[in-house]
């Protein structure tokens, strides 16, 4: 089962590399991501066919009998379904949002199966997903941050412009346009990032019987920060909003992620 469980983890960690390169072509039209995704979902569904087929021809039952079975089908449906809409048709909106779902079913599959059948191996692996929650989490942070500190840049370079103070060093802070690009790089990594922690997050809690507060400040904050960088990249691409505005509303979103990591860290029932 030990074999068994990595590949699983290699299979999940893939299928989250995956998300991230159909979430930056989603947001920047990236084609080189949009190809890195589509070869990465490639191996997810190859790995799930002979999971698959091993059941079917192996084990000699169709995985549909149990609702838990179900799921592992279901998900494999829905990665066949991804591929073949990346191929005919150039609906980023709905390929991100399937692949997004399929990850969530093969996740809670998975940790369930490992629950059920893999004994010490399987409470292993619920708290190597516990952990990896809490990594992506902390590392979409660091994302915003820089995002954050790129913004401030912006905001300093743009001041000194504006009243016309020739600071020789004000320059090694870059151009404005490269900073607002780096800025909205940044952020465009970190939220699929925190999407992917936060479905690892309700995942891990449904399977492991924790006791989970909908109502937890730091829960509250977690979702708080996703909606408000979400905000974020549709002010950017649906509004157009840049430059100066855009940096002032980074500013404030990274005021709210510090709001959520230390002050509702501190009144939360069960985060750290």
Known sequence: MFEVKWLYEIILAVYGLSLIGYFIDFIQHNRRANKIAFWLLSMV????????????FVERSFPILTLYDGLFFYAWVLVTFSLIISRLS???????????????????????????QWQGRGIQLVNEILITHISLAIVSYGFFTVSFLFSIMYLI????????????????????????LY???????????????????????YVANAEFYWLDPKTIGSFLVLVVYIIYLLLRILKGYQGRAISVYNTAAFLILLI??????LMSNFHF
Do not use: C
Request: proline residues 1%; positive net charge; without cysteine.
């Open 157 to 180: 370079q743009y001041h000194f412009l504006k009243e016309k103070k020739g600071l020789r060093w004000v320059w090694r802070l870059g151009d404005l346009s490269q900073l607002d």
């Open 260 to 265: 959520n990591f230390f002050l509702f860290s």
């Open 183 to 205: 800025s909205f790089r940044a952020v465009t990594i970190g939220l699929p990032l925190l999407m992917i922690a936060i479905i690892l997050g309700l995942v891990w809690a």
């Open 45 to 56: 569904w190859l790995f799930q066919t002979v999971f698959l087929l091993n059941q079917i």
């Open 90 to 116: 150039r609906i980023h909106f709905i390929l991100f949002f399937t692949n997004l779902l399929g990850f969530f079913i093969l996740l809670l599959y998975i940790l369930t199966r490992a629950q059920e």
